[in-house]
């Protein structure tokens, strides 16, 4: 036997058995992380001296910021109202998105996130968007938030009341970010 066959005899086994104790799994959409912030390079402003460029800043500002609340942690008006504080010292605009793990546009949404498509994360830079599952908190079954589709997002003020400005996944057409993302940067943008 040659020496590159008893190589390969010796290989595959190894790989095979790899694969058999470290399968592949597939990530629930669920367990990834739900808060994004991207930093911006922005450079300083100094004097040219020689043999000297600009230092570049770093802006510690988050794009955008996603946070998920649960019944569990106390009423929906307490939490927003924290919240839409949490948003103001990072100068961002809060909203109120109700989703659910098996809307199609929410998923859609999600994993254009998840991917960083340029667009959507256009769309979303600025906000500050607070998720509740409709399976947990209810379907607008409230005096404030009332509705009959996911996703559905809600302006809301600094004190975390509704604005009024509201858009839902009927909005768009197909769940691609051709067509959500534009929506909803024309939704979060506006004056």
Known sequence: MKPSTKFIYLIV????????????????????????????????????QADSS???????????????IHI?????????AVEAQKAKALNLTPF?????????????????????????LKAFAGT?????DVDEWGWGDNNKFKFDGIPIYFKLDESGNPSGAVVDGNAWGENIPVNFAPVLDEFFHAP
Do not use: H, M
């Open 96 to 120: 109120l998105e109700f989703d659910a793990t098996w809307c199609p546009p929410c998923i859609a949404i999600e994993k254009s996130i998840q991917a960083e498509d340029e667009i959507t």
């Open 72 to 80: 569990a942690d106390g009423a929906l008006y307490d939490q927003l």
């Open 13 to 48: 086994p190894f790989i095979l058995g790899c694969n058999f104790l470290f399968p592949q799994t597939e990530i629930e959409p669920s367990a990834l992380p739900t808060q994004f912030e991207v930093a911006t390079v922005q450079p300083i402003e100094s004097t040219p």
């Open 54 to 68: 600009p230092t570049p800043q770093v802006d510690s500002t988050p794009a955008f910021t996603i946070n998920r």
């Open 128 to 132: 500050y968007i607070i998720r509740a």
